[in-house]
């Protein structure tokens, strides 16, 4: 079971996506500003800040960008903050950059699609530029902590629905990294030999998509 808090750490509100678990592995993970956390049941949100507050710093705290990827009203696509319009709600677009959805649970569907249609198309893109002579399979899940991977044997890439509030720069240093895998398959220096070789600018994006920068 998960639960979404909006706690106080150093006077920032921070996002923290708590998975209760009995076996209380306590792990903390941060991926697009938001912290994961793992607690048994019994928790109070004093608990939770207290617990945090002993893991990061302030500085840390101060450079994650935690706000909610989409709410009642907005929705971040491509890094851009978009008003929602939720016809089932009565609601009215005003501009043609309005995200519309006729119903609430279209929302995930669609980003999902519009997702799969960008990274398909920059997995084309990227394994024509890097040479890469397989055509790959795209699937897009809910992976959290992981925001990518290739698995070798079945010619099949995964990426994470929540890039799709991200910039188009930040998701192709994504592929990229992820095609880099057909060459090595682990993190070692050959591996970022090559991924710096087509995104020079890596490692300050990867930042950017663990503090929740979107663009
Ligand atoms: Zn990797």
Redesign the pocket.
């Known amino acids: 079971m998960e639960k979404l808090l909006i706690v106080n750490l150093f006077n920032k509100e921070v996002v923290v996506n708590v998975k209760i678990s009995n076996r209380n592995a306590s792990r903390v993970i941060v991926y697009g500003g938001h912290i994961y956390l793992t607690l048994k049941d019994n928790f109070s949100i004093s608990d939770v800040e207290k617990k945090l507050m002993r893991v990061f710093t302030k500085s840390r705290i101060d450079k994650l960008y935690s706000s909610l990827y989409i709410t009642d009203y907005y929705v971040d696509i491509l890094g851009i903050r978009r008003r929602l319009v939720n016809l089932s709600k009565g609601q009215n677009r005003i501009s043609k950059e309005d995200f519309v959805v006729e119903n609430q649970k279209q929302i995930d569907s669609k980003l999902k699609n519009l997702l799969y249609d960008i990274i398909q198309s920059r997995v084309e893109k990227y394994s024509q530029i890097m040479n890469i002579p397989i055509s790959y399979q795209v699937k897009i899940t809910s992976m959290r902590s992981c925001i990518g991977k290739n698995y070798f044997t079945k010619n099949l890439l995964t990426f994470d629905h929540d890039l799709i509030h991200y910039s188009l720069e930040i998701i192709d240093s994504v592929v990229v990294?992820?095609l880099t895998?057909y060459f090595v398959h682990n993190?070692s220096i050959d591996f970022y030999d090559i991924l710096l070789k087509y995104v020079p600018n890596y490692k300050q994006l990867s930042q950017k998509l663990i503090n929740g920068v979107r663009q």
């Open positions: 990294h992820e895998h993190h």
